[in-house]
């Protein structure tokens, strides 16, 4: 693990070199990044012009969601995007072996080769977004609910990227992969709002098959006291079970892969 995160690391620091030549890039992510914010602050104006709350969220909940969604969002656009978008290209050219010949696992070379630094402008933001939906709600965060919200955090983008290394590793049997990778971005979408305002159906979905509820909602509930003993539980143990079910899904892969030498 140490050793994972020292090459997250390196690669992150020559990502950054790169990406600083290119300066102009941050301008266009933060007019975008604010765009999007802009957008989403004015839908929520607009709801509540009508109502004092939602399905029981006030605005300053419904604040902290869209925080967390920016935030994940950035996390997704930052860190793994880019390497799943480099594994995908990579198959489907068959350069894999230059990633696969590294004296490293190779599930952990292909998911920390890329990082898109201007993309950490929606990280901040999304800090930033939560710091004002805790003002607003009246700043009562304990020391237990923010270690909670750290560790429901972590485990939702550990959740994100098992189903995007399960989605890109589709790769190895077919090549229009792009198109899952994108309704995928869509169905993010409707983690804007708390999951549990949908029908029973989609709120499955959802939580189980694109766990958008453990990623953005249930972060959320642990900010605002509504997390349960149970949900956190719950969403431990799926994490648990994603990381192993993607090992696999990323260990059949390979041995489906045919490199552009075979």
Not at 192 to 216: E, Q
């Amino acid at each position: 693990m140490i050793r994972a995160f020292k090459l997250f690391g390196l690669f992150a620091r020559i990502s950054t070199l790169n990406e600083m030549q290119y300066r102009a890039n941050f301008f266009i992510q933060l007019l975008q990044s604010l765009i999007s914010l802009g957008t989403g602050l004015a839908v929520l104006a607009v709801v509540f012009s009508y109502t004092s709350s939602l399905h029981g969220w006030s605005s300053g909940e419904l604040l902290a969601v869209m925080g967390v969604h920016i935030l994940m969002g950035g996390i997704m656009r930052t860190v793994i995007q880019p390497n799943m978008g480099r594994l995908m290209e990579d198959v489907q050219e068959g350069s894999l072996d230059y990633a696969l010949t590294k004296p490293e696992d190779s599930q952990v070379m292909v998911s920390v080769r890329q990082f898109a630094i201007w993309a950490v402008v929606d990280i901040l933001m999304g800090f930033i977004v939560l710091g004002w939906a805790l003002v607003d709600i009246g700043n009562q965060t304990t020391l237990s609910s923010a270690l909670l919200f750290i560790f429901a955090l972590f485990l939702g983008a550990i959740m994100i990227y098992c189903v995007f290394l399960m989605f890109t590793t589709l790769a190895f049997w077919f090549v229009r992969v792009w198109e899952i990778m994108e309704m995928f971005q869509s169905l993010y979408q409707a983690g804007r709002w708390p999951v549990g305002m949908y029908p029973d159906w989609l709120r499955a979905g959802l939580t189980y098959l694109i766990p958008v509820a453990f990623a953005v909602t249930v972060p959320a509930e642990a900010l605002t006291g509504r997390l349960t003993p149970q949900t956190i539980l719950i969403a431990t143990g799926f994490t648990v079970v994603l990381m192993w079910v993607s090992r696999a899904v990323w260990k059949y892969g390979l041995r489906h892969y045919t490199s552009a030498s075979s």
